[in-house]
Nanobody, 127 residues
């Protein structure tokens, strides 16, 4: 599967953005999906994950209550709605596909569980 992330940009603190990740191929609905981010000078970190059906979601504590992950399997797209953005949310955001359902073993937060990655989209939050 090939992934294309979009929707990043510059936003003021307190604002909102919605990221999209479009997938190619007919098997999108069989993948669990995740969003990760990498800030300058920092390691890549987990943001959110969603099961293949969209029925189960997971969030990093730092974004819980502010971000919402969702998916539309008919459109081969996963979304990340980001509200109440903070300067510390500034990062390149990546979507990723997990064919083995790491959420079933509780390792959805680990980037090694994801086999396919998009190119990243930059989110900059100004104070």
């Amino acid at each position: 599967v090939q992934l294309q992330a979009s929707g990043g940009g510059l936003v003021q603190a307190g604002g909102s953005l919605r990221l999209s990740c479009a997938a190619s191929g007919r098997t999108f609905s069989s993948y669990a999906m995740g969003w990760f981010r990498q800030a300058p000078g920092k390691e890549r970190e987990f943001v959110a994950a969603i099961s293949w059906s969209g029925g189960t979601t997971y969030y990093a504590d730092s974004v819980k209550g502010r971000f919402t992950i969702s998916r539309d399997n008919a459109k081969n797209t996963v979304y990340l709605q980001m509200n109440s953005l903070k300067p510390e949310d500034t990062a390149v955001y990546y979507c990723a596909a997990d064919p083995d359902y790491a959420y079933l073993t509780g390792t959805y937060y680990s980037d090694v569980e994801y086999d396919y990655w998009g190119q990243g989209t930059l989110v900059t939050v100004s104070s």
